[in-house]
């Protein structure tokens, strides 16, 4: 479950998507457990259908590696899932459901909610509770900020969060993608009186952690790190430049001053840990914010102070072990 991010360009990043096959083998007996409503699992894809939820089933029954599905209630849409994947995550998803497998234990306590998916036992904990067993105290780190509905008006709104004009600028975040949503999500946008897209992060449905560093005041490069590995590096993009007073935008591209947002590039799924400095961060400390959730926040802006903003459309606030590793 990984995540997060460093960047002041427009980034975009583009991901294969899953295989589309499903095999029709003899089914073999499997035991689902559990309705969980409007959470959907995130891990490799087998096979996509279009159909009665029993059928969907029923291919999750004829692979041999298949103990999840996700199905969409109101279209029809059904998502076969791998056991044998090696990434895997709860992400919320209205209108769907996920079944999964019978615990062949159950190990969560404070109220989580067992189910057997991609291979072992895990637990759905409760809000106020995280890791695997929810027998973990949440804190402010572990609270998401969801945009449900990828529209233009699910935005949060900062303006002048910078206390001083800046040269150098490290953003870390976490987040998550809806993958049915069609285009671009912008997850953060900043801009000026006389610039847009001064700072840009923008890419396509995927769920990963980036990390980007800027230094556009001496040397104007930009540093792209994803899952806490340098994946490029561009210079001379605005040497010489500062940024000064303008609006932070998360989940909306502004190509006018808090304003000029397209429903296709808007933001849909949840993000966390979002924190920003006025340095450029080493490859260790990079590291380090890749591994987990991060507690430690940035020095001119933090994910406190941003969780205080007032937060538009059907933007909120969750408990959530969206971003703790299963």
Not at 126 to 145: A, E, F, L, R
């Amino acid at each position: 479950m990984d995540l997060t991010l460093f960047f002041y360009v427009t980034l975009i990043i583009l991901i294969l998507k899953a295989d589309k096959t499903v095999s029709q083998c003899k089914p073999k007996r499997k035991e689902f457990d559990k309705e969980f409503s409007d959470l959907t699992l995130t891990s490799k894809i087998l096979g996509s259908l279009n159909t009665k939820e029993v059928i969907c089933q029923y291919s999750c029954h004829s692979h041999e590696n298949c103990d999840a599905y996700n199905y969409n209630l109101d279209d029809g849409r059904g998502e076969v899932l791998d056991a044998r994947s090696s990434f895997f995550n709860v992400v919320m998803r209205k209108g769907w459901i996920f079944r999964a497998s019978k615990c062949e234990s159950d190990p969560c306590l404070n109220g989580g909610t067992c189910f057997h998916a991609i291979g072992k036992d895990r637990c759905l904990c409760p809000c106020q509770w995280k890791g695997k067993s929810c027998d973990v105290p949440i804190t402010n780190s572990d609270y998401v900020m969801s945009f449900p509905g990828g529209s233009v008006n699910d935005l949060v709104v900062f303006e002048n969060p910078f206390p001083v004009s800046l040269s150098m600028l490290s953003v870390s975040m976490w987040f998550q993608i809806d993958p049915a949503k069609d285009g671009q999500h912008a997850l953060l946008s900043y801009a000026t009186s006389t610039k847009a897209d001064t700072i840009l992060a923008k890419l396509k449905p995927t769920l990963t952690q980036i990390c980007i560093y800027n230094d556009w005041g001496v040397t104007g490069n930009v540093v792209l790190y994803i899952n806490g590995v340098k994946r490029g590096e561009k210079a001379n993009v605005a040497t010489g430049e500062t940024i000064g007073n303008g609006a932070l935008v998360l989940g909306q591209d502004q190509d006018s001053y808090k304003g000029g947002y397209d429903p296709n590039q808007a933001f849909k799924g949840n993000l966390t840990s979002l924190n920003m400095w006025n340095r450029v961060l080493t490859a260790s400390e990079i590291s380090d914010l890749a591994r987990k959730c991060p507690t430690q926040e940035g020095n001119i802006l933090t994910w406190t102070k941003l969780m205080s903003q007032p937060r538009l459309g059907n933007v909120n606030l969750i408990c959530s072990t969206f971003c703790v590793p299963q």
